[in-house]
């Protein structure tokens, strides 16, 4: 079979994104990406797309109406395409057996149900989503159990590793693509048809080609691997800020040496985003189905880790206040989970913003690509309006970052937007209260440089020395 037309469930962050490129990239096919959430495709359908990537309004500019389209027609796209990638969200469980670990299957289950009603014609189903080890088994058996005359189905595990922020960049050049498929003859066709398609862009030596269940297992290996290296730095920023070594200097040696790399050992307040939480939690309730205890308490620690890094950062935050932060104005600049993205999955910020409001403190938050309804919900669970009127008493969003630090106690800096290395902070120390804090959650600014003007500065990683400033008074001691 010759892929003519793709059609995608799920017009999310790895959906749209990938589709996008696929179209780019692939004047020959038609694709179509599906969601059941009307909103989401009359967003990515406008000028103003669901998500913000960079570089991806250009792209879905140059392709959409051409070869790429956005549809809640659900039943069109599966009947017409060859070939169906399944990219629906796989939240962690919040009930049931194993909830708070498991992945919660339901969508894709209801995707693959969808699939088994509709099509009408063979079909080659693509696990896009990050799923367990053996979920292709899952799709199988829904769709097997319900085959219709004429219709045969092969099943294929494509994990995505795309990053957000850099989602365009990591897609158009891939480190590597990873396709895992049945060891039976049909299988390999149906690799080698999905190869087709990233051989329009991708060089056939970084297509890797796997067996079902190690293509599952090594998405949930790859991210695990990443979070590990950043919890492993992050456990050393304490060590650093008790010894006087430098968490920046330690992390330059050890990624110099070439079997450790210098990639992803930039120490911060904790990882967030979508995946890494979750899928090490996956990981972690496979080992205990499998009764391997050790390897589930192995990629725990990871995770404990990282609890322990945004607590030690939030407290040190309180504890630097003279111990109460209530009534007082604290400016949060960055809320999405890293620079680059309008994403606030499981983002550190959240967990510092609900600590400080715990304590009474009044924030003042700016993000330049997060919208003040996503803020209002991380904070409260809800979009409801009239839940948020208690919250808009201690929470205001700023349009700017000049705005929300004018009359704060203390800036605390979430997320290393680029932006805020170039703030003009003599004038941010004339507008704030006295003595002015900055807690630096992500060592991007020069701290020796605020010194002088007179600010106290902590950072992550790195006991900063008392400057000679003589508009600097007050403690720089580490709690
Ligand atoms: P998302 O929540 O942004 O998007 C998922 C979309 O699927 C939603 O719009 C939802 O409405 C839609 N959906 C759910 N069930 C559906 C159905 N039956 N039919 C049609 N649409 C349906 O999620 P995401 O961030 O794009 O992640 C998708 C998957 O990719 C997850 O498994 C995730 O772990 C994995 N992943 C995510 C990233 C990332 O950076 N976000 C990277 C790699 C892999
Ligand atoms: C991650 C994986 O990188 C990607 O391959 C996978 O497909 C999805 O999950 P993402 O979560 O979008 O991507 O972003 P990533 O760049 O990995 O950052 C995740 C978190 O780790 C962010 O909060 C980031 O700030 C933090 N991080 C990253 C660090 O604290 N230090 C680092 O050195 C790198």
Known sequence: MVIEKICCLGAGYVGGPTCSVIALKCPDITVTVCDKSEDRIKQWNSDKLPIYEPGLDDVVKTCRGR????????????????????????????????????????????????????????????????????????????????????????????????????????????????????????????????????????????????????????????????????????????????????????????????????????????????????????????????????????????????????????????ESLFNTVTDKNIAILGFSFKKNTGDTRESPAIHVSKTLLDEGAKLHIYDPKVEPEQIYYELTGTYVKTEHENIKKCVEIHDTAYSAVTGAHAIVLCTEWDEFKELNFNKIYEVMMKPAYLFDGRKILDHEALQRIGFHVQTIGKRLARTGSIRAQGSLTMP
């Open 67 to 318: 070869n790429l389209f956005f549809s809640t027609d659900i039943a069109k796209g599966i009947q017409e395409a060859d070939l169906i990638f399944i990219s629906v969200n796989t939240p962690t469980k919040i009930v049931g057996n194993g909830k708070g670990r498991a992945a919660d299957l339901k969508y894709v289950e209801s995707a693959a149900r969808m699939i088994a009603d509709l099509a009408t014609s063979n079909k080659i189903v693509v696990e896009k989503s990050t799923v367990p080890v053996k979920a292709a088994e899952i799709i199988m058996k829904i769709l097997r159990a319900n085959t219709k005359p004429g219709v045969d189905y092969q099943i294929l595990s494509n994990p995505e590793f795309l990053a957000e922020g850099t989602a365009i960049v990591d897609l158009i050049e891939a480190d590597r693509v990873l396709i895992g498929g049945e060891e039976t003859p049909e299988g390999q066709k149906a690799i080698q048809e999905l190869c087709w398609v990233y051989e329009h862009w991708i060089p056939a030596k970084n297509i890797l080609t796997t067996n079902t269940w190690s293509s599952e297992l090594s998405k949930l290996a790859a991210n695990a691997f990443l979070a590990q290296r950043i919890s492993s730095i992050n456990s050393l920023t304490a060590v650093c800020e008790a010894t006087g070594a430098d968490v920046a200097e330690v992390a330059k040696a050890v990624g110099r040496d070439s079997r450790i790399g210098p990639k992803f050992l930039e120490a911060s307040i904790g990882f967030g985003g979508s995946c890494f939480q979750k899928d090490i939690l996956n990981l972690i309730y496979l080992s205990e189905c499998l009764h391997l205890p050790e390897v589930a308490a192995y990629w725990q620690q990871v995770l404990s880790l990282n609890e322990f890094q945004k607590t030690r950062f939030t407290r040190k935050v309180i």
